[in-house]
């Protein structure tokens, strides 16, 4: 059996919490074995309280977690700033790493991230699970001229479900980002090098959709049912067990790039805003 052990800024976590379940609903190959954390969640359940919760043995440090696994994961998904500290001894292990989204707070960030990894021959990737799910696997990609995506919750927090499936759709390179939608209801538009366009937009209660326009004049509509994390989870043990990266990290940078425009864009509505290169 292969130990996966969890990396995150506080336990106390949706993530930390579903995903050691999900792993088991995968069989027996793998088994969350050890975690650590930063610090506690303010206000939250401690991260020896989430230890006894869980029956998953709380590292003391770092080095710990890295030395006694076989494949890592680095948590903190609604805290991305974090990640450049979480993931430097991870990235330097020669293990497989998952880095769990948003996997950078900007384009620098992502770049010297993916840096260290290759230095050091780490095998990592990040993705959200809106990468994998089946509706937008069954797209035929080719031909796509725009795609407008639907998603819930904040932009800091949740753009990145968003912006992830329309490079993956599109394949394509954003080169500037405008801001078109309100405090409470971000909504972005993106314009490619190759002229083509994309928008997301935010709404509370809304579930993941797609309307996906083709150059030949036909669209089709792509609305998210299945589970989320089943194809993620499988997804992410594959590459542990082969450490065969799923997600170029050309894809990654591309997305990360896209993104902090648009955080940018959100403080200057509808005025351009170019995206790093």
């Not at 932009?155 to 309100?182: C, N, W």
């Not at 959709?209 to 589970?227: L, N, T």
Request: proline content about 5%; glycine content about 8%; hydrophobic content about 40%.
């Amino acid at each position: 059996m292969k130990k996966i052990g969890f990396i995150d800024y506080y336990l106390d976590e949706w993530h930390a919490d579903n995903y050691p379940g999900f792993i088991k609903k995968h069989g027996g190959a793998f088994q969350v074995a050890s975690a650590w954390a930063k610090c506690d969640k303010p206000g939250g359940v401690t991260n020896a309280e989430w230890s006894r919760r869980t029956g998953i043995p709380l590292a003391q440090t770092i080095e710990e977690v890295v030395e006694h696994s076989d494949c890592i994961v680095v948590l903190s998904p609604d805290n991305p700033e974090q990640h450049e500290t979480l993931v430097d001894l991870p990235l330097r292990s020669g293990k497989p790493v998952y880095v769990d989204k948003t996997f950078a707070p900007d384009l620098a960030a992502a770049k010297r991230m993916f840096d260290l990894a290759d230095a050091h021959g780490t095998p990592c990737y990040s993705c959200s699970a809106l990468g994998f799910v089946e509706e937008y696997s069954r797209v035929e990609r080719a031909g796509i001229e725009t795609v407008q995506t639907v998603g819930p919750g904040s932009f800091a927090i949740y753009s990145i479900h968003q912006i992830e499936p329309i490079i993956y759709l599109t394949d394509g390179v954003v080169k500037r980002v405008m801001s078109v939608g309100t405090a409470r209801h971000p909504a972005l538009v993106f314009a490619f090098a190759d002229g083509r366009t994309a928008r997301t937009a935010h709404f509370a209660n809304a579930g993941f959709s797609a309307q996906i326009g083709y150059a030949d004049g036909h669209s089709q509509s792509v609305e998210v049912k299945s589970d989320l994390f089943e194809r993620f989870i499988a997804e992410m043990l594959q590459f542990f067990e082969t450490g065969e990266i799923p997600v170029p990290h050309a894809r990654t940078l591309a997305i990360m790039a896209a993104r902090h425009a648009g955080q940018r864009a959100l403080e200057t509505p509808f005025t351009w805003v170019n995206v790093e290169a």
